[in-house]
């Protein structure tokens, strides 16, 4: 990314099991010992002896008594990945699929772009060679990595990018908060001619102000969220109009509860959704289910719908964990709850 260089990657997978037998997996976003502790000390102790399928009353629980030193953080992403596993309890208790319990999927079959053209990795510098592969794969749509500098550089890869993609392709690019607002302003005015999808966390999220000159000074739409988390806090970004594309984390805003009620919002600000999306395939089916469940928010014969995001970095989790089909088009699963079955082959870690 624009700032360093992650040479690991960690995810916290949430197993829950009732007394019937049913098990609900989720994923927590974010360091996974942390959630484990978090989980053993804390979280543990409310849910156990309660009734699943009370999520709402246990999404509450869980904020309530951890709201002094919780609300946001680590402690958020740990309630998400138990909300999640709560979903998956739900779906598998009734037979049906989350996004049928929320009411919708109206297709089968989602879009996901690829988050690729990454500052490291094994492609690092070969747009060309990287933008072959993913249109040899089927994709159409992508983001791209800027922010690193000098702006002159970014501004360059862009072009690359674009170059490399064909005038057809959909081409997002993501600064992950690392330009100033000036900075985020000449690179977003030079670029402008390439013709962005959007422009991804321009400037710090702590930044409103900066937030809000950068989306008045450029003609592209704006996206964030991913740093974000909670009803209260999408609240601040939606009221503000500082954004055009809300992209809330299923695994870290507050799980798929949260991410509805944050959908809702969005919707009543006239503005859509593409959730963030950065782990195993516990968390892109997560997010499936979210996407086939949102709000259209202003009709259109044209516009097309929410799009998944899929990282193409090299995980094992994702493309392994479980059987998960992954790529360009996403077919709802039919399962219940996921509608993912986990290989607990692939996890070494001792859960006793
Ligand atoms: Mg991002």
């Avoid at 099991?17 to 997996?25: H, L, M, R, V, Y």
């Avoid at 064909?166 to 402008?192: Q, S």
């Avoid at 082959?345 to 859960?351: T, V």
């Amino acid at each position: 990314m624009s700032q360093w260089f992650w040479n690991t990657r960690s995810s916290c997978l949430v197993e829950i099991t009732t007394d019937n037998g049913i098990t609900g997996w989720g994923e927590c976003y974010g360091p996974a010992q942390a959630h484990r502790t978090l989980i053993e000390s804390v979280f543990a102790q409310i849910l156990i002896g309660r009734d699943p399928l009370q999520r709402v009353s246990l999404w509450d629980s869980m904020y309530n008594v951890t709201r002094e030193w919780g609300r946001k953080g680590l402690t958020m992403a740990t309630i998400s990945g138990i909300d999640i596993a709560l979903w998956d309890i739900a779906g598998k208790h009734v037979d049906l699929p989350i996004y049928q319990l929320l009411g919708g999927a109206a297709g089968n079959a989602i879009e996901a772009y690829a988050s690729a053209f990454y500052y490291g990795g094994s492609w690092a510098g070969d747009f060309e060679g990287e933008a072959e592969a993913l249109l040899t794969k089927g994709f159409r749509s992508f983001k791209m990595k800027v922010g690193a500098g000098p702006i002159e550089s970014d501004i360059a890869r862009v072009e690359r990018v674009r170059d490399a993609l064909g005038p057809d392709a959909r081409v997002a690019v993501d600064a992950n908060r690392g330009f100033t607002p000036g900075e985020a302003v000449k690179f977003g005015r030079a670029i402008t001619d390439v013709d962005p999808w959007f422009f991804e966390e321009p400037v710090l999220p702590e930044d409103r102000a900066g937030y809000r000159n950068v989306r008045a000074a450029l003609q592209m739409p704006i996206a964030g969220g991913e740093s974000e988390q909670t009803r209260w806090g999408f609240q601040e970004l939606l009221a503000d109009r500082i954004i055009d594309i809300a992209q809330p984390d299923p695994t870290s805003c507050g799980g798929i509860s949260e991410t509805m009620r944050i959908a809702g919002m969005v919707s009543a600000h006239s503005l859509v959704l593409y959730p963030h999306t950065w782990g195993t395939a516990v968390a892109i089916a997560a997010s499936l289910q979210v996407i086939a469940a949102l709000p259209e928010t202003v009709p259109s014969m044209t516009r097309t719908g929410p799009v998944l995001e899929l990282d193409q970095a090299p995980n094992i989790y994702r493309d392994e964990l479980t059987n998960l089909k992954i790529g360009p088009l996403m077919t709802l699963p039919t399962g219940p709850g996921l509608g993912i079955e986990v290989d607990r082959g692939l996890l070494k870690c001792d859960a006793s």
